[in-house]
């Protein structure tokens, strides 16, 4: 009986490595007091959102290939609201401008309220690797932010919409424990 169970167990691990090997990584993730899914979801819904993309996690392809590559494989992961991504500008900014900001191969020392006011700065390549720091901004402010990463071979490599879908989940999070609560705030 015991034999079995070791069994089972090492069978099961075999099983869900290749799952283990595809998903995304995301790193820690930051909420402003004043994020709200409901503010996210006015500004989104039926409307074109922003995405401002720097930095080009594969150098061995054309930024705007890139860019191009991308732009459907976060549509298909996109959050809830019924939005479309785009990368134009809106003709005159505005108020509140709320916007996603992806900057790949991230500086370390990268800040978000630097990101949001337009700072943008990348470190070295990691070849192999699809490294993003995330950015929602309204205004000059960070509404949330995170880090996200797996690996990938070009910007169509299937794990880049994977790690959308997981990454969006998480800076568009509609979790009840971040709604603000009538004073009460109890993050």
């Known amino acids: 009986m015991r034999y079995a169970k070791k069994i089972a167990a090492a069978v099961a691990a075999i099983i869900s490595l290749p799952a283990i090997a595809c998903a995304a990584t995301i790193g820690g993730v930051w909420y402003a007091p004043q994020y709200d899914y409901t503010d996210f979801w006015a500004a989104a819904d039926n409307k074109p959102f922003q995405v401002v993309v720097h930095g080009n996690p594969f150098s061995n392809v054309p930024f705007d290939e890139v860019a191009q590559a991308l732009l459907p494989a976060m549509q298909v992961a996109k959050p809830r609201p019924n939005l479309t991504f785009t990368y134009s500008k809106p003709s005159e900014d505005p108020r509140p401008y709320y916007r996603l ?3 790949f191969d991230y500086a370390n020392d990268l800040g978000s309220d630097a990101v949001c006011k337009g700072t943008y700065r990348t470190g070295p390549a990691t070849p192999g690797v699809f490294k993003v720091f995330a950015v929602y901004c309204r205004n000059d402010m960070t509404m949330s932010t995170t880090t996200a990463w797996t690996p990938a071979n070009g910007p169509d490599d299937p794990r880049i919409q ?15 424990a971040l709604r603000p609560q009538s004073g009460f705030d109890r993050r």
Do not use: A, K
Not at 162 to 170: D, K, P, W
């Open 162 to 176: 994977q790690l959308f879908r997981e990454l969006f989940m998480v800076v568009f999070s509609d979790s009840i």
């Open 101 to 103: 900001v992806l900057v």
